[in-house]
């Protein structure tokens, strides 16, 4: 006979392992997620992100391009997080540019 445990996963993006008491982080495991590679930011701005701004904003494609070179250039210079976030949002200020 199995004698099943449940067992209880907390899953949190902040960092409250500062504020958790000691004896409680003794039994627990700390997992370190990081975000985007920068090769999979430039990937998903090309295959997602910039088509989707090219249509939120009016534009048509053939006259509305993002080199790679210009996304890796957003990438490196314009955002910070780990995520897509501010990497949407910066390629859809770059639309709306356009498409005035």
Request: some cysteine.
């Amino acid at each position: 006979m199995f004698q099943l445990i449940c067992l209880q996963f907390y899953l949190s993006v902040l960092p409250i392992h500062s504020t958790l008491s000691s004896p409680l982080l003794d039994r627990c495991e700390i997992v370190h997620l990081a975000g985007y590679t920068f090769d999979e930011k430039v990937a998903i701005a090309n295959r997602f992100l910039v088509p989707k701004q090219i249509g939120m904003n009016g534009l048509k494609k053939q006259y509305a391009e993002m080199s790679e070179e210009t996304l890796k250039e957003i990438v490196t210079e314009w955002t910070r997080e780990a995520g897509v976030r501010s990497l949407e949002r910066v390629i859809a200020g770059v639309a709306r540019f356009k498409a005035v």
